[in-house]
C-alpha cells in the first residue's frame, strides 16, 4: 500500500486492511505533518502517476495487481473480494494451505487440532492456563469425523494434530517462551 500518513483516505483503506489480519507492507511518503519520508518526493508521485494514472493515495496492490484507492478497497472489503484476492495472494498450491498460511501469520499461536486428541486438549488447557491469545483450526470433531473440507496440505500432508505454529514475536512472551523450550 502507498500511503501519506494525513491522509483520511489512506487511514480508511489500512483500517479495511487491518480488519483482514493479514500482513501487509505500507509505503509511507508523507508523514503526519505532510513532510516526506522517501529521498525524492516528486519522484515517487511521478511514479505513482506513471503506474496507475493518477497521483492520489492510497493505492493498494494485492499480489502485484493494483486494487486501487480508498473507495476500491472499502468496496472489495465489503463484498468479500478483498479477503479473497490475499488469500490467493499467499503462497501454497491448495485453498487449504491459504488458508493455514494466512492464520499463522495473522495468530501469535495458530494449533491444528483434533476434537478427540487428548494431547490437543493439553495443549489448548496450558495455553488458556497461561492466559495467551491463540487460535485453533479444529479438523476432526470428538467422533473423529473430518469438520474441514479436507485435511490435505496439513503440515505438508501431516495428518497429525496437535501442531503449534509460533510466530517470532510470541517468543518474547516469558509464559510461551518458557513452555516451548
Known amino acids: 500500500m502507498l500511503s501519506k500518513g494525513w491522509c483520511p483516505f489512506c487511514k480508511k483503506a489500512r483500517s479495511a486492511l487491518d480488519n483482514l489480519k493479514l500482513p501487509y507492507d505500507v509505503l509511507e511518503i508523507e508523514d503526519e505533518l505532510r513532510q516526506p519520508l522517501v529521498d525524492n518526493a516528486s519522484e515517487y508521485k511521478d511514479a505513482i502517476q506513471h503506474m496507475t494514472g493518477s497521483t492520489s493515495v492510497p493505492k493498494v496492490w494485492i499480489g502485484g495487481n493494483l486494487l486501487g ?12 473480494s478483498l479477503l479473497k484476492k490475499a488469500l490467493e495472494a499467499i503462497p501454497g498450491n491448495t485453498k487449504e494451505e491459504k488458508v493455514i498460511n494466512a492464520e499463522v501469520n495473522a495468530n501469535i499461536v495458530f494449533m491444528i487440532s483434533k476434537e478427540w486428541c487428548p494431547y490437543c486438549a ?9 492466559g495467551a491469545k491463540y487460535k485453533v483450526l479444529e479438523i476432526e470433531n470428538a467422533a473423529r469425523e473430518l469438520i474441514v473440507e479436507g485435511d490435505r496440505g496439513l503440515e505438508n500432508g501431516h495428518q ?4 503449534l505454529h509460533l510466530c517470532p514475536e510470541s517468543l518474547h512472551c516469558p509464559a510461551i517462551a518458557r513452555w516451548w523450550r
Not at 160 to 163: E, K, L, T
Request: hydrophobic share 30%; aromatic share 0%; with cysteine.
Open 69 to 80: 484507492g480508498c473507495d476500491d478497497t472499502l468496496a472489495a472489503a465489503a463484498d468479500g
Open 122 to 130: 493439553s495443549a489448548k488447557k496450558h495455553l488458556d492456563s497461561i
Open 160 to 163: 497429525g494434530c496437535d501442531r
